[in-house]
């Protein structure tokens, strides 16, 4: 072979291999941000379900302030703050303690002596990834796979009332 007809192979190789190259980047970027977006819910609820295990049961404020700390990290929201994670609403937030009838898992539990607990769950939330990471995949294959968005299963904590 001569020199002329190799000129140029390897900026096409090169090309080749950066779009694979930059395309795993980017699905571990996005792997990553997901994860710590999971984390973050997480500790919202373990915040949350920490501060309502030192209430009295069935206080109307003391849920107020939880479902902010779950949201917003704060226990008082003045204005408009953002919430932790993009997309997080006080809807998506609901507790459970000895106060509520429908929770009969937390009212009582064990004998000698009987405990109350108390439950905060973060449910319907999804992640939406910055990037489609199947863009390129349907590009290829000329079909319609795509990533859009995530929906994470529901995050609960339970913790021991010990108010009394």
């Known amino acids: 072979m001569n020199k002329k007809r190799q000129r140029g192979v390897a900026a096409v190789?090169?090309?080749?291999?950066?779009?694979?190259?930059?395309?795993?980047?980017?699905?571990?970027?996005?792997f990553g941000r997901a994860i710590y977006t999971y984390n973050t819910l997480t500790k919202a609820a373990r915040d949350a379900a920490r501060y309502l295990s030192t209430q009295a049961a069935g206080s109307s404020s003391a849920a107020t302030t939880a479902t902010n700390l779950a949201v917003y990290g704060v226990p008082v929201v003045s204005g408009s703050p953002a919430p932790l994670v993009p997309g997080l609403t006080t809807s998506m937030v609901s507790i459970c303690d000895a106060s509520n009838v429908a929770c009969t898992s937390n009212i009582f539990q064990g004998t000698n002596p009987a405990i109350n607990t108390v439950t905060v769950t973060i449910s319907g939330y999804?992640?939406?990834?910055?990037?489609?990471?199947?863009?390129?995949?349907?590009?290829?294959?000329?079909?319609?796979?795509?990533?859009?968005?995530?929906?994470?299963?529901?995050i609960s904590v339970t913790m021991r009332q010990s108010y009394e």
């Open 13 to 30: 190789e090169l090309g080749f291999t950066m779009c694979l190259l930059l395309a795993i980047a980017f699905a571990i970027t996005e």
């Open 126 to 154: 999804t992640f939406s990834p910055v990037l489609d990471m199947l863009a390129f995949t349907r590009f290829y294959t000329k079909g319609t796979s795509s990533i859009t968005s995530l929906s994470f299963g529901s």
